[in-house]
C-alpha cells in the first residue's frame, strides 16, 4: 500500500514538449514538495505547497508549475521541456505540527528529454 | 552555493564495525537535521534527526551527533550490516524557510559481508 505514489515513473519526450507527473499520498499529509534530483545526485527543493501557501524555490523555472487538485495530490507541469530538464523528479509529503518535518517521498519519475 | 556538504561521495567498512558518515552546513540559521537512506529506484526515508537543542539523539544502531559551534553533524551505524547499503543524505531545515529540506549531496555507504 504506497504511501507516496508517483505516475509515471520513466518519461521520455522531446524537446519543447509539455508534460506532467502525477503525486498522490494517502497519508492524510497536508503539505507536498516537490524535488528535482540531477545529474550529480543533488536533491533540491522546487516546490513546497498546502492548502494555503505555495513557497517556490527562485532558481526554478517558471516553465515548472505544481498544481493541486485536493490536498491528497501535487501535479508538476512542466511546459517546453529542454534537456537541462532531464532528472529524476521526487514527489514528497508531511504532515504540519508534527515531529519537524518528517517527510515522505515517492519513488521517482527519471525524465528523459531528448 | 552549498549549504550542505557531504565530503565523503563513498564510504565502504566491513560488517560489525562502526560506519560513520559527516556532514558540515553553512547557514547558522539551520535549527533541524535529518539523515535520509535511499536505496537505488527508491525515493528517500526517513532514518534519524537531532534538533539544534540538542547534541545527540540514538535511535538503536543510529546515532546522531550535533556540533553546533563546528557546524558539522555525523551519523554513526552501529554495528553495520550489509543492508546498511545505501546512499545517505544529509538534510537541514532553517526555521524562516517554509519547512523545506536543504540537502547535501549524499555518500555512498557499502558495508561488505
Request: proline content about 4%.
Amino acid at each position: 500500500d504506497t504511501a507516496v505514489s508517483q505516475t509515471p515513473k520513466y518519461l521520455v519526450t522531446q524537446m519543447g514538449n509539455d508534460k506532467s507527473i502525477k503525486c498522490e499520498q494517502n497519508l492524510g499529509h497536508d503539505t507536498m514538495y516537490w524535488y528535482k534530483q540531477d545529474s550529480k545526485k543533488f536533491l533540491k527543493i522546487m516546490f513546497s505547497y498546502n492548502n494555503k501557501e505555495l513557497i517556490i524555490n527562485e532558481t526554478v523555472p517558471n516553465r515548472f508549475s505544481p498544481k493541486s487538485p485536493d490536498k491528497a495530490h501535487l501535479n508538476l507541469h512542466i511546459n517546453s521541456l529542454e534537456l537541462g530538464d532531464s532528472a529524476v523528479y521526487f514527489c514528497a509529503s508531511s504532515l504540519a505540527g508534527t515531529t519537524k518535518n518528517i517527510q515522505y517521498f515517492g519513488a521517482g519519475t527519471r525524465l528523459s528529454v531528448l | 552555493d552549498q549549504q550542505v556538504k557531504q565530503n565523503s561521495p563513498s564510504l565502504s567498512v566491513q560488517e560489525g564495525r562502526i560506519s560513520i558518515l559527516n556532514c558540515d552546513y553553512t547557514n547558522s540559521m539551520f535549527d533541524y537535521f535529518l539523515w535520509y537512506k535511499k536505496y537505488p529506484a527508491e525515493g528517500p526515508t526517513f532514518l534519524i534527526s537531532i534538533s539544534s537543542i540538542k547534541d545527540k539523539n540514538e535511535d538503536g544502531r543510529f546515532t546522531v551527533f550535533l556540533n553546533k559551534s563546528a557546524k558539522h553533524l555525523s551519523l554513526h551505524i552501529v554495528p553495520s550490516q550489509p543492508g546498511d547499503s545505501a546512499v545517505y543524505f544529509c538534510a537541514a531545515i532553517s526555521n524562516n524557510a517554509g519547512n523545506m529540506l536543504t540537502f547535501g549531496g549524499g555518500t555512498r555507504l557499502m558495508v561488505k559481508p
